[in-house]
């Protein structure tokens, strides 16, 4: 017989299973591994800080994002640099303008030159501007500049070729092609020097290199209006069909075995190839060229700016071919 249960007492049952939970609640105890550090944990104040660092080190020329983040357009941010852009005549999309901005000489002429060259002027708040372009300095105005269309390297060389082997030009084609270059401002005054000599084209690898920014844009002054730039998808591979077309290749580097006024395949199809200015040719491309051409330089100096190089040169073929 039971004992009589006291007034008012509950008779509690047991919690939890009766069994074993075969292990499925081991995970729960081995935690979740190290503290992510502060610059890594995408809400913490010292991640925002890190990514706005990294924002303020990239060049005036910004690249505009969708609201997915996908990069699709380049941007010229701040006055002088979208006025410098204009006078260059760089091909526009938009101007974005802030709503209440202070008007000023620059500003006036940016407007003008937008209305006369059909360029829609598009009202922006601040905020909305400093999303644009990642937070550049843009003092209330942002050029919205197309992708560049790049031409395949080849098959322009191909071309150039036969237009002077039909006498449709009247000298041997002169290509640039640039090996390992990075720096914008460095294409954009190789652009220029190859407007300046009577240059055909720019070759510029798809991976590892500079392309037409809006950077290189306004370095050109606008000179990649007029020099194709075209693209290779294997340099290496390019060069040595340009070869066989019949185009000689020369490398400029500083321990050439030919010096630049003893250049005598200046008249024939030509293509320069320059490298970094830190590292100078690759070797497989320096073993793809006919010669390695060095630039008499004093020697207290180290080596010379890519585009400074390839300025020299080409006004070195400009003048042998001028003379023959």
């Not at 037409?212 to 000179?223: D, E, I, L, Q, R």
């Amino acid at each position: 017989m039971s004992a009589p249960r006291r007034p008012g007492a509950i008779r509690k049952k047991k919690k939890g299973p009766l069994v074993g939970t075969g292990g499925h609640g081991r995970k729960a105890l081995e935690g979740k591994g190290p503290t992510p550090r502060a610059e890594d944990r995408l809400y913490h104040k010292a991640h925002k800080q890190k990514k706005a660092a990294e924002r303020r080190q990239q060049p005036t020329g910004a690249r505009a994002r969708n609201p997915r983040g996908k990069v699709h357009e380049d941007l010229v941010t701040g006055r002088n640099s979208v006025l410098e852009a204009l006078r260059a005549e760089i091909p526009a999309k938009a101007l974005y303008a802030a709503a209440r901005l202070d008007v000023d000489d620059r500003v006036r002429e940016i407007l003008q030159t937008c209305a006369e060259r059909g360029i829609p002027v598009l009202e922006a708040s601040k905020a909305e501007l400093d999303r644009l372009t990642l937070d550049a300095v843009h003092q209330g105005v942002a050029l919205q500049v197309p992708p560049y269309e790049y031409r395949d390297a080849v098959e322009t060389g191909r071309t150039l070729l036969a237009q002077w082997q039909k006498r449709h030009v009247r000298r041997p084609p002169l290509l640039v092609a640039l090996d390992g270059i990075t720096d914008p401002r460095n294409l954009g005054a190789i652009i220029r020097s190859v407007s300046a000599f009577s240059g055909s084209a720019v070759v510029v690898p798809e991976r590892r290199s500079v392309g037409v920014t809006a950077t290189a844009w306004k370095t050109s002054a606008g000179a990649a209006a007029r020099v194709p730039v075209t693209r290779a998808a294997n340099l290496n591979r390019a060069l040595e069909e340009l070869k066989a077309m019949g185009y000689f290749v020369v490398g400029l580097d500083g321990d050439g075995d030919v010096d630049l006024p003893g250049l005598e395949l200046a008249t024939e199809p030509l293509v320069v190839v320059v490298g970094s200015e830190g590292k100078g040719l690759s070797r497989l491309v320096a073993e793809n060229c006919d010669q390695i051409v060095s630039i008499p330089i004093d020697s207290a100096m180290e080596s010379l700016n890519a585009s400074m190089a390839v300025g020299i040169a080409l006004y070195e073929v400009s003048r042998r071919r001028a003379g023959s």
